[in-house]
DNA sequence: TATTGTTATACTCTATAACTATA
DNA sequence: TATAGTTATAGAGTATAACAATA
């Protein structure tokens, strides 16, 4: 009736934990935590973004995120700016978080090996399949999306790109 | 070089983050937290399983886990006991843990509302894509396991059944 | 000596809400 | 009034290690 071992949270959160654990291993030694490397990550894919874009693609919550900040810019890995209003309707209300040299640099060091433990978790998988998976947990997350617009909760992270 | 949408523990932590999400708005008028909920389905699986048992198949920390079943005894959700000798070797280090009446009652209860939440993740799966994203995580999860074993690290939640 | 489980401490993340400064 | 972000506080989980009881 009910199996744990077929029944999807649970394998979500196995898996996920699973990686999760091992790579903050790896962030170890550099000194930041697995939830501070989610925030670098989201700079990678694009710099300068704002204090909610950054909460809604990382699924961290805002007030975590504001003092997770506050450590970045300690470790001079970021920097928040004030956006200016030079080419268009600056709000002064915003904030944009930047990577410092330093913080790129750790950054673009780390991926090799992020994409090192990807490769490690989806060893023996074909290319096809792991097509297939990604694109089952892009459908999956979108499923869950849906929902909270029907219930109407101002749910984070509603906008990771549909593809 | 680094697409986050489509790096697999990105993918995970989304999907995973949103039904945990979901299912822990359900769980709340009930008065316990998806952790709990955690050990109680573990013990659906399998009533009377000890501690170190439970902390292996949830991936909840054995001292997260003590004091978790402390809060469920006094919610009157489970109860310890020592093994007795009878039938075997008993260890007397051991504790085990069991639902009371009310516990099981309640498990019985979410079992269905967890298994409807399933449905909604998986809305629009076919059958041959949910049986494929399960084989695949559960992969993936035996991937990283070899990898804790081949560092020798003693990762908790190493038995998920091979299948 | 090693293992099972408990306890203690400090730290991280979450949840909620109050607060500020803009809009 | 509403929104963007910060701050405060309490609760929940993690990490680490020390500890008691037993093997």
Redesign the interface.
Known sequence: ???????????????????????TEVLRPHGITLTMW?VL??L??EDGQRMGQIAT?T?IEVSTLSRLVDALERKKLVERRRPTARGGGADARAVTVHFTAAGRRLTQQL?PT??D??T??????SAA?TR???A??????H??????AAERTP?R?RT??A?
């Open positions: 009736m009910f199996d744990l071992a077929s029944y999807l949270p649970y394998l979500l959160n196995r898996a996920g934990t699973r990686i999760a654990d091992a790579f989610r990550a989201a990678d894919h693609l699924s991926i992020a994409l433990y990807e490690i978790a989806l060893d023996g998988f399949e297939q998976i990604k089952l947990l892009l459908r999956l997350f499923n869950m999306d849906r929902l909270d749910a992270g990771l790109a593809e």
